[in-house]
T-cell receptor, first 113, second 115 residues
């Protein structure tokens, strides 16, 4: 499974856009990029997943350059409730090993008023 | 999205006793479930892969005789922490994947405190 590298922490103010970049230099051809959010004492929650270019849903956007060696999670207009740890994971979906996720350190995002 | 439920959400037990944690997929069948452990301020660490109808596969360094996993049905996996010690106190989380889906769903976690 491809190793990922993210910043340890990021601080932001309410209403700002937060962009977290994840490096995954050894990403394989059939790997997808998935981001999870975790609040204290809760299990991770799926945010967004993509393979290439740009993916957008109601909570975030995911930007993936052509070489796929990195990806950027964009959280628009964050609020205090977005304070959490964000994990970037790379794995091949729809295979027997899918779901066997290796979590990195994650990025602690702190949003202040 | 699919729902994975864990029970109990928190448990306190005495040293030397055993504790069972249940993980259920509520609206889908999961032939494979995964168990993680998370210590304070640390990331999730995969402990084992639970396979319905067969033995679990444990990650290196995880004692299979201490962390017993049973996956008796397509919707239930259990993790039993045997002869618990204070160092087993942690946050245990399970996950499962619905066939054909590309995302894994996580339970809400179980906070185990051994006193």
């Amino acid at each position: 499974l491809a190793k990922t590298t993210q910043p340890i922490s990021m601080d932001s103010y309410e209403g700002q856009e937060v962009n977290i970049t994840c490096s995954h230099n050894n990403i394989a051809t059939n790997d997808y990029i998935t981001w999870y959010q975790q609040f204290p004492s809760q299990g991770p929650r799926f945010i967004i997943q993509g393979y290439k270019t740009k993916v957008t849903n109601e909570v975030a956007s995911l930007f993936i350059p052509a070489d796929r060696k990195s990806s950027t999670l964009s959280l628009p207009r964050v609020s205090l409730s977005d304070t959490a740890v964000y994990y970037c994971l790379v794995a091949p979906p729809l295979t027997d090993s899918w779901g066997k996720l290796q979590f990195g350190a994650g990025t602690q995002v702190v949003v202040t008023p | 999205g699919a729902v994975v439920s864990q029970h109990p959400s928190r448990v306190i037990c005495k040293s030397g006793t055993s504790v069972k944690i249940e993980c259920r997929s509520l609206d889908f069948q999961a032939t494979t479930m995964f168990w993680y452990r998370q210590f304070p301020k640390q990331s999730l660490m995969l402990m084992a892969t639970s396979n319905e109808g067969s033995k679990a596969t444990y990650e290196q360094g995880v004692e299979k005789d201490k962390f017993l996993i049973n996956h008796a049905s397509l919707t239930l996996s259990t993790l039993t922490v045997t002869s618990a010690h204070p160092e087993d106190s942690s946050f245990y989380i399970c996950s499962a994947r619905d066939t054909g889906e590309t995302e894994a769903f996580f339970g809400q976690g179980t906070r185990l405190t051994v006193v």
